[in-house]
């Protein structure tokens, strides 16, 4: 493989052309024409123009980006994520046109692009589900009669969705049948496919991830995981690696089990099982993304693996190099999504030009990003504009990195998500380990971050206070309930 085209843009496209380059591959960026003076332009040995700036007359022109391949004799097409990452349609036609996909093979996609499908996948290697329907459902009498047998809440969900689309919370049986033709709705408009499903809800879950990597030769392995629960919207924003709260026993038996997931599916290349975990610590699987993750810096700190070098590998037919045995977690490491986004307003997206645009520096950061000082956020993509990673010996050293890291970090502008950052690391709730998916409902309010500063103890110490103050209420709360009515046997709740 001497020439890869990557079909995307901005940090990921970067980030996957460094690699190339260290493995002395040639590299062939494409952009539209919002990116046409973007850094992963002008770091490519060759780029070319797909269209206007909306994705589907630019990045989504599958077609096109193969026609572009052959013009310039690429071997393979790394997709990065989001855009034809998991499209297996496009996988197939890059295949059949005789250029390598660097990815898993297009069936594989198809079973675990679907939740259903997925879920049957999973099923039949004995991985933990979420109990609920094995199938879509339509029929809101046969939902209503599941329900009443795991319990309220529920949780709809849409089969092809992702991001929180076609996704309802459901408190009382009287709310069923609205909220499930709101969810078929939501989900044809957003995906093209109105199934949905339903499953328990678990009220105060960890989104717990394993990274997973599998060659052509039968090889499987897990690279541990990423604790990925501080989210707004169903969307990460902070993440890290290993997870606080895993015990050894824990860490290998989800391993295995994202190892099994993997297996199901016969699954090539690099790939991540999501897992739900409830407060005593049972886990159940969600999905799998078929792609390489946003947050996939924290798991290459940990055990000194280049995932996008070893996809290329993969891609290339070689056999793993290292076993399971091989690989131990070594340090800790944080990322933090910085987006072009205003946390004090919900965290809407936030437009302008880079006017100040200045990276922190300094033992154990990483900065993977896309942009330079003077550049525009363009309003057509994701409001990212790079992924912020600190490492330390341990997950004290690469907190308090990260704090001096978004101190550094000058962007001058508009406005961006460091200052949630930051807030995030100096929550106590956050430095105990003590936190679910609904970390920014319980903790955060914006003027928490007005009244933020720089090592200002007395802030820190009225965040504990606040703390542990809600603890003590919630454990008078426990305390009550248990002197009540009896306990469900289903306490799971679900994001």
């Not at 890869?4 to 990921?12: D, K, Q, T």
């Not at 989001?82 to 295949?95: I, Q």
């Not at 977690?329 to 437009?351: K, L, T």
Request: glycine fraction near 8%.
């Amino acid at each position: 493989m001497k020439k890869i085209l990557v079909a995307n843009r901005g940090e990921i496209a970067l980030r996957i052309m460094k690699s190339a380059r260290e493995m002395n591959i040639k590299t062939v960026a494409v952009y539209s024409d919002a990116d046409r003076n973007s850094p992963h332009v002008k770091y490519a040995d060759e780029a070319v123009c797909l269209g206007p700036p909306p994705s589907n007359q630019s990045y989504l022109l599958g077609d096109k980006i193969i026609k572009v391949c052959q013009d310039l004799g690429v071997d393979g097409i790394h997709p990065g994520y989001g855009f034809l990452s998991e499209n297996g349609d496009f996988a197939e036609a890059v295949e059949k046109a005789g250029i390598t996909f660097i990815g898993p093979k297009a069936k594989s996609m198809q079973i675990m692009g679907d939740k259903l499908s997925a879920k049957e996948a999973a099923k039949a290697f004995d991985i933990p589900l979420v109990p609920g329907t094995e199938g879509a459902i339509e029929d809101p009498e046969k939902a209503k009669a599941i329900c009443q047998e795991i319990g309220f809440p529920v949780l709809i969900k849409a089969s092809a969705g992702g991001g929180g689309k076609g996704m309802r919370i459901v408190e009382k049986e009287e709310e069923l049948e609205e909220q499930i033709h709101s969810a078929i709705s939501e989900a044809k408009s957003a995906f093209g496919n109105g199934a949905v499903f339903i499953e328990k809800y678990v009220a105060s879950p960890r989104h717990i991830e394993v990274q997973v990597l599998c060659d052509k030769h039968g090889n499987r392995v897990h690279l541990f995981e990423r604790d990925c629960s501080v989210q707004r919207r169903h969307q990460k924003v902070v993440e890290e690696a290993p997870s606080a709260i895993l015990s050894g026993e824990l860490r290998a038996q989800m391993g295995q089990k994202a190892v099994d997931v993997a297996r199901s599916c016969d699954y090539e290349g690099a790939g991540t099982v999501e897992f739900i975990m409830d407060e005593d610590h049972n886990f159940y699987f969600m999905e799998m993304n078929t792609r390489l993750q946003v947050e996939h810096p924290v798991t290459e700190m940990i055990t000194g693996i280049d995932l996008v070098k070893e996809q290329i590998k993969v891609a290339r037919g070689e056999k793993l190099s290292f076993s399971q045995n091989d690989l131990k977690i070594e340090g800790h490491a944080f990322e933090v999504r910085v987006y072009a986004e205003n946390a004090r307003e919900n965290f809407m997206p936030d437009i302008g030009k880079l006017r100040v645009y200045k990276r922190p520096h300094g033992p154990g950061v990483r900065v993977d990003d896309g942009f330079e000082q003077g550049m525009d956020i363009p309003i057509h993509y994701d409001p990212m504009i790079s992924k912020l990673v600190t490492y330390g010996k341990n997950r004290e050293e690469a907190r308090m990195r990260m704090i001096r890291a978004c101190e550094d970090y000058q962007i001058v502008g508009l406005t961006t998500t460091l200052d949630f950052g930051k807030f995030v690391m100096q929550h106590p709730a956050f430095i105990s380990g003590d936190f679910d998916t609904h970390f920014v409902q319980k903790h955060f309010s914006p003027d928490l971050l007005d009244r933020q500063t720089a090592g200002n103890s007395e802030e820190v110490a009225a965040l504990m206070a606040a703390y542990l103050l809600e603890k003590r209420k919630q454990s008078e709360v426990s305390a009550a309930e248990s002197h009540g009515s009896k306990r469900s046997a289903w306490k799971y709740n679900r994001q």
